[in-house]
């Protein structure tokens, strides 16, 4: 158990919705990290929060957006569904903003019919 | 540039033996490479990781041997087992920032 939490384990949606995925950080993180995981793109970086403010953001698209909260957890936030944002979508923690290990949580696996 | 490439896709190894699996990269910058497992249902969990400024680092079974020059890295399961069986990726990332850049993932299955 890496002490991050994912919720929800499991999401069916239609396309057009919107979803949020909710993570609660190892205790002490500052660093969220949310990546997708997809049987063609693999594991890819979406965002980075630190300390509740946005610090690097990768290949996430217009339609999604997230944030961090004072209480240091952080909503992936998904819209306009398509069938291909099925994925499984991961959050990382990590004490700081630098290198180093990285923790992850179990991941929402998200399937959009 | 952003690129890390892994290689094979999937590898199917006898127990005791030895899994190789290979990445490289092109971005100079990049200074830290963690090697990550997952098992079917979980998330990837940090198995070992290196900085350029060592050619080779070993943890138990599991060794990182790494070329700057080459810029190519590799992961060594020695004495592989059953229990090894899973998905492994590499990665990389520059100085300053935390987010990693996967290779594809490898599938390597231990036959007992």
């Not at chain 2, 997952?38 to 060794?63: C, M, N, W, Y």
């Not at chain 2, 935390?98 to 007992?112: A, D, H, M, N, R």
Request: charged fraction near 15%.
């Amino acid at each position: 158990d890496s002490g991050v939490t994912q919720t929800p384990k499991h999401l069916i949606t239609a396309t057009g919705q919107r979803v949020t995925l909710r993570c609660s950080p190892r205790s002490g993180d500052l660093s969220v990290y949310w990546y997708q995981q997809s049987l063609d793109q693999g594991l890819q970086f979406l965002i980075q929060y630190y300390n509740g403010e946005e610090r690097a953001k990768g290949n996430i698209l217009e339609r999604f957006s997230a944030q961090q909260f004072p209480d240091l957890h952080s909503e992936l936030n998904l819209s306009s569904l398509e069938l291909g944002d099925s994925a499984l979508y991961f959050c990382a923690s990590s004490r700081s903003q630098i290198q180093e290990t990285q923790y992850f949580g179990p991941g929402t696996r998200l399937l959009v019919l | 540039q952003q690129q890390v490439k892994q290689s094979p896709q999937s590898l199917i190894v006898q127990k005791g033996g030895i899994s190789i699996i290979n990445c490289a990269y092109e971005n100079t910058a990049f200074d830290y490479f963690p090697w990550y497992q997952q098992f079917p249902g979980k998330g990837p969990a940090l198995l070992i990781a290196i900085r350029p400024d060592v050619s080779e680092k070993k943890e138990g079974r599991f060794t990182i041997s790494f070329n700057k020059s080459a810029k190519q890295f590799s992961l060594h399961i020695m004495d592989s087992q059953p229990g090894d069986s899973a998905t492994y990726f590499c990665a990389a990332s520059y100085n300053q920032g935390g987010k990693l850049i996967f290779g594809q993932g490898t599938e390597l299955s231990v036959k007992p």
